[in-house]
């Protein structure tokens, strides 16, 4: 069986994914700044794979992100088949502990953090407990409008973060939305972009978020189903056959090194 070194990628469902556990990913997150130029970064499970696997310009958008990383525990096993024997369940970049995580270790280094999704109460109580876990970190929050942005709110939004003076901006609009946004802003700013989907209202406390052991054992769907199942039955029941349809059409083929050096790990 083939053996990825960390930081290697592959493809799942046509889609690049790079082989980086949590602790790795923030670390590359903390050091893209230093680049100078926008990094988009998108966490990949199998609700975003299967989406790719259906919309091939969806797919060019991902594939074209400086860092996709494996969020969903389907993802982490497909990452460990294609060789990646670093990923763990346990230890996978899922969106809050990404989230939480860099955080707490940029704040001694002054990073900054722009939050840009969900409403006005998820956004104060997120500042709210940000703060009170990390003393002393840098952010700023906002929420959208409920919609698209027209060109001129898109061009305004750029400014408000520009002026900021964030180094990463969290996206936290749903799936596929926040893709798109993660994409246009690492586009126009040298910011790291990074699409966390429902971490805002997990780590605010505004939507209950599945037991540690649940996430641990690869659960956290099941949870989230019996939570909301109106809204998610779709994207578990019939994205997943979608996924490992995928899979098992394109297989894991392994992907060269970008010549940006974005795949691979920091120093």
Not at 220 to 238: C, D, G, K, N, Q
Request: proline letters at 7%; glycine letters at 8%; hydrophobic letters at 45%.
């Amino acid at each position: 069986m083939r053996v990825l070194p960390t930081g290697a990628s592959f493809r799942c469902c046509r889609v690049r994914v790079d082989a980086l556990d949590l602790d790795d990913a923030v670390a590359r997150l903390l050091a893209a700044p230093q680049r100078g130029a926008g990094l988009a970064v998108h966490l990949c499970n199998a609700h975003v794979l299967a989406l790719a696997e259906r919309d091939d310009a969806y797919r060019s958008l991902l594939d074209r992100g400086g860092l996709n990383l494996a969020d969903g525990a389907p993802l982490v096993v497909a990452a460990r088949w294609a060789g990646a024997r670093n990923l763990r369940v346990k230890t996978r970049p899922r969106g809050t502990s990404l989230l939480l995580e860099t955080v707490q270790r940029g704040t001694g280094a002054g990073v900054s953090h722009y939050f840009y999704g969900s409403t006005p109460e998820t956004g104060r109580r997120l500042a709210h407990n940000l703060r009170a876990r990390v003393p002393g970190v840098r952010l700023t929050t906002e929420s959208p409008p409920f919609r698209p942005l027209r060109p001129d709110e898109h061009d305004s939004l750029v400014e408000r973060v520009r002026a900021s003076k964030a180094d990463i901006v969290w996206v936290g609009l749903g799936t596929p939305r926040q893709q798109h946004m993660v994409d246009r802003l690492a586009a126009s700013l040298p910011v790291t972009a990074v699409g966390v989907g429902a971490a805002f209202e997990f780590v605010a406390g505004t939507k209950p978020e599945a037991p540690r052991w649940m996430q641990a054992s690869g659960l956290e769907w099941v949870f989230r189903l019996v939570t909301e199942p109106r809204r998610l039955w779709h994207r578990y029941l019939v994205g997943n056959v979608v996924f490992v349809a995928g899979v098992l059409r394109h297989g894991l083929p392994l992907v060269a090194p970008r010549s940006d050096g974005a795949n691979t790990p920091p120093a």
